[in-house]
T-cell receptor, first 118, second 115 residues
Framework: DTAVSQTPKYLVTQMGNDKSIKCEQNLGHDTMYWYKQDSKKFLKIMFSYNNKELIINETVPNRFSPKSPDKAHLNLHINSLELGDSAVYFC?????????????????FGPGTRLTVT | KNQVEQSPQSLIILEGKNCTLQCNYTVSPFSNLRWYKQDTGRGPVSLTIMTFSENTKSNGRYTATLDADTKQSSLHITASQLSDSASYICVVSALGPSGTYKYIFGTGTRLKVLA
């Protein structure tokens, strides 16, 4: 069974369009994340939700809006896509927000969504 | 500024050889350090997680070390296999001002193992 799944795996779209990427985890975790991996393979956190509440919101353009309908899902909606948004977007989950702390919970990553904006 | 730097940027070794990857960080306050393996086209997979008080952690042929005083970590791979070809990413977490943990990723080391 897939632990963290994302759809679609590939997304090609034109500048100015609005698109969504969906993420689901079946691990029963409380915390979910969105990361962006640029062309240099550098991963950077964008958002984190714990039990449907936003707990991390990095300096990300407000064209990016995460939505968590329940704690098993964290979707990413992007408005007015720009060329610079082209990247691989990874969803991840962990048992709770203390994964970064002394409890050392693992983060589980999805397979990624490669977004290409033309 | 919180930073994680890895070296070398890329590495090519022969199958069966050992290798060591380095990670230096300036993240503060330090919470924990992770090493991930990322195969091409896949998401990262956790190899080890270490907190401040741990200075070594093994996972099969992977052994990570942590020196919290010098803010350095290394990942040693023993008897490399072709399947070890991947990017290895060092990640340090820190407690942010809002009381949540932030993850600072290194740029990774791309390892290629040749037959």
């Amino acid at each position: 069974d897939t632990a963290v799944s994302q759809t679609p795996k590939y997304l090609v779209t034109q500048m100015g369009n609005d698109k969504s990427i969906k993420c689901e985890q079946n691990l029963g975790h409380d915390t979910m994340y969105w990361y962006k991996q640029d062309s240099k393979k550098f991963l950077k956190i964008m958002f984190s939700y714990n039990n449907k509440e936003l707990i991390i919101n990095e300096t990300v353009p407000n064209r990016f809006s995460p939505k968590s309908p329940d704690k098993a899902h964290l979707n990413l909606h992007i408005n007015s896509l720009e060329l610079g948004d082209s990247a691989v977007y990874f969803c991840a989950s962990s048992q709770d927000w203390l994964a970064g702390g002394p409890r050392r919970y693992e983060q589980y990553f999805g397979p990624g969504t490669r977004l290409t904006v033309t | 500024k919180n930073q994680v730097e890895q070296s070398p940027q890329s590495l090519i070794i022969l199958e069966g050889k050992n290798c060591t990857l380095q990670c230096n960080y300036t993240v503060s306050p330090f919470s924990n350090l992770r090493w991930y393996k990322q195969d091409t086209g896949r998401g990262p997979v956790s190899l080890t997680i270490m907190t401040f008080s741990e200075n070594t952690k093994s996972n099969g042929r992977y052994t990570a070390t942590l020196d919290a005083d010098t803010k350095q970590s290394s990942l040693h791979i023993t008897a490399s296999q072709l399947s070890d070809s991947a990017s290895y990413i060092c990640v340090v977490s820190a407690l942010g001002p809002s009381g949540t943990y932030k993850y600072i990723f290194g740029t990774g080391t791309r390892l290629k193992v040749l037959a």
